[in-house]
T-cell receptor
């Protein structure tokens, strides 16, 4: 079964609204979570890394005020796309892992965001 | 800098044929992990394998096999007796040994024709 739950799986909303995506680890403690973005027919690009209780580290070119990341607990991280516009439409995927273990990252099923 | 190159953008083969997906990587780390993921049309990432840089043994899992050659910095993936359900985008990826952020290749879109 899924060990990382990402919600919602799909969202369509109007330009200017803010959208929150949740990523939950179901049966392990996720000390670190990653957020990726994937444009159609493209690869996954890392947006940011978040460690529980710390501010997220954003990759170059990713606007931290546009993509707000919160990792307040060991089982939940959220990505909020603020004042979304059509160019923010994309597929967003989170992954989670416990840096204290030797297990690989577990990926969520992704969120398809469409901004009209 | 870390980099993963999947030179094959798109491959089409007829069902039951064998197909090899190439992956070449670059890293300055002496210890690292290599991965393969499958992304079917539904979009989720399916984990296939993780291999650490210390282990150059080839791996076989059913119809899937992987050839890790440190000398050529390659980690190729072969599907034998391909099936239509194997149609997907396959990503090769690389990370540091502490399973830090994963760097993905651009992916190879595989079409298995009936």
């Amino acid at each position: 079964g899924a060990v990382v739950s990402q919600h919602p799986s799909r969202v369509i909303c109007k330009s200017g609204t803010s959208v929150k995506i949740e990523c939950r680890s179901l049966d392990f403690q996720a000390t670190t979570m990653f957020w990726y973005r994937q444009f159609p027919k493209k690869s996954l690009m890392l947006m940011a890394t978040s460690n529980e209780g710390s501010k997220a580290t954003y990759e170059q070119g990713v606007e931290k005020d546009k993509f707000l990341i919160n990792h307040a607990s060991l089982t939940l991280s959220t990505l909020t796309v603020t004042s979304a516009h059509p160019e923010d439409s994309s597929f967003y995927i989170c992954s989670a892992f416990d840096s204290r273990s030797n297990q690989p990252q577990h990926f969520g099923d992704g969120t398809r965001l469409s901004i009209l | 800098a870390q980099k993963v190159t999947q030179a094959q953008t798109e491959i089409s083969v007829v069902e039951k044929e064998d197909v090899t997906l190439d992956c070449v990587y670059e890293t300055r780390d002496t210890t690292y992990y290599l991965f393969w993921y499958k992304q079917p049309p539904s979009g989720e990432l399916v984990f296939l394998i993780r291999r650490n840089s210390f282990d150059e043994q080839n791996e076989i899992s059913g119809r899937y096999s992987w050839n890790f050659q440190k000398s050529t910095s390659s980690f190729n993936f072969t599907i034998t007796a391909s099936q239509v359900v194997d149609s997907a985008v396959y990503f090769c990826a690389l990370s540091g040994y502490r399973d830090d952020k994963i760097i993905f290749g651009k992916g190879t879109r595989l079409h298995i024709l009936p």
